[in-house]
């Protein structure tokens, strides 16, 4: 997953990285098959724009085991 943050703030938590807060025009990553978290942390929405990069034939997402 590659994304940008449009608007607002999103928090990311990943097991390897913790917690990040990305802002307004900043990027981030996810590594393949990293799990992690997103939300919107602030006093207004975010909005972000991603592209997935999903194996032919698997669900674009799955819980956690």
Not at 10 to 27: F, H, S
């Amino acid at each position: 997953e590659y994304a940008v943050v449009l608007e607002g703030a999103v928090e990311i938590t990943t097991k390897d990285l913790g917690t990040k807060i990305y802002q307004a025009g900043e990027a981030y990553h996810n590594a393949k098959n990293a799990a992690h978290t997103a939300r919107a942390v602030g006093d207004k929405p975010a909005k972000t724009i991603a592209t997935l990069i999903i194996d032919k034939g698997k669900p674009l997402s799955q819980p956690v085991k």
